[in-house]
């Protein structure tokens, strides 16, 4: 047994002696599961031996500003731009925000706004972070591992937004609401890239 720091090969007959660490990690509250007998009473007091419970991002607003700027320079460097600047004003609203993604949420908010980003100044729409609406609505798109080009998932991002909204830009549930942005942004971002919108409208996207 592990916690005898022993254990037996299968079909073994005798015990060899290990130094090991368990390290057990879960988003759920584990007590909590105890009392509603969906987790093992013994195995709990097994596992709490040393706890660790690391704050949240919200706690740790002092963080915040290291973090953006990490992260910025991995997803810009990934998209081949040169961000040399943050919005004062979208630093400020990254530390007043509450974070109920915790760091998960701030790196795809980061990620987003490096392929959507203009220019050499980083920001980000302030509607990202309103945590009153439907989190539903906002498109995230699976970009990490493409190795391609900023404009290849530039266009990527746009046309699943299209495609799920049947090719309307504008309204609450157009590609524009989707992605965040507003709806002459997008236009011109279409318009650069040569994405016909068209195609999008009946569900047929063939060229």
């Not at 093992?40 to 700027?69: A, G, H, K, M, T």
Request: proline share 5%; glycine share 6%.
């Amino acid at each position: 047994m592990l916690q005898e720091r022993e254990i037996e090969r299968v079909g073994g007959s005798r015990p060899i002696a290990v130094d090991v660490r368990v390290l057990a990690a879960t988003n759920r509250d584990l007590r909590a599961a105890v009392a509603a007998g969906t987790f093992r009473q013994d195995l709990f007091y097994r596992l709490n031996v040393f706890p660790l419970q690391p704050p949240s991002r919200r706690e740790r607003v002092e963080d915040i500003p290291v973090l953006v700027e990490y992260l910025i320079e991995r997803y810009a460097k990934k998209a081949g731009k040169k961000l040399r600047r943050i919005a004062t004003k979208t630093l400020e609203q990254f530390q007043a925000y509450d974070w109920p993604g915790n760091i998960r949420e701030l790196q795809n908010i980061i990620e987003r706004a490096v392929v959507l980003c203009e220019g050499d100044t980083f920001s980000v729409e302030a509607t990202w972070l309103q945590p009153d609406l439907p989190r539903a609505a906002t498109l995230h798109l699976p970009l990490r591992g493409l190795g391609r080009l900023e404009a290849q998932q530039e266009r990527a991002m746009i046309e699943a937004a299209l495609a799920n909204s049947h090719g309307r830009i504008a309204g609450p549930a157009g590609a524009a609401a989707k992605l965040r942005l507003p709806r002459q942004t997008l236009e011109s971002k279409i318009a650069r890239l040569g994405i016909n919108k068209h195609h999008f409208k009946s569900g047929d996207r063939r060229r």
